[in-house]
């Protein structure tokens, strides 16, 4: 493969993407600070259109903060003595940090670090589609309103004109699968980065005006 090649593809896609998305490179967290480095990441993956990547990125993202709310909601979110980091963060890591997303979101709503219309999204769109349509590779049900039987069309070379009707369940094919993946990645990545990254500085809030 042709270096240049990539160089074009990142400078074309950099040239298109960053008007719109280098808004999202200026932030300053005042609680979830280790989340920094993900962030530019995920924010790199979408400028250069990598969706796929971006939405499995966003999906550690919204674990890791779930996770670290609680933990910042049990031990506070003032400054700690160097030397008792160990200590002070070793239960709640222990409580919290082998989490399922589900329980997650319910301690956080119970913890009142979510609103109730924000646990909804995250339990029923973002757990089922988001999580595990791409981190756990399960297509069915960001494809399920797919018709069983969609309408294909088959010709051969050696007689084009010979057009034969093929109908086909897009949901159980594999190439057809991943075409589809790949749609509705490139059509998510965005506002579901989106959804998560405002959320982030709503649950900050939340912590600061809870300690």
Known sequence: MDKEIFKNSFIENLNKNFPELSKNFDFKLKVFSE???ILFEINKCLLLEFNRAAITLTNNLIERLLKLALIYQEVGIGSKPVEKWTEIFSEPNKKYGQLKLGNSIELCKKNKLITEEEKQILFNHIRVLMRNGFAHAD????????PD???GFQASLSNPTDIKEVRMDYKVIPFMQELQMENFANE???PYFKFVFRLIFKIEKRLIENN
């Open 139 to 146: 297509s069915s049900e960001i494809l399920a309103d797919l």
């Open 188 to 190: 998510n990545s965005r």
């Open 149 to 151: 039987n969609s309408i």
């Open 35 to 37: 989340l920094n480095t």
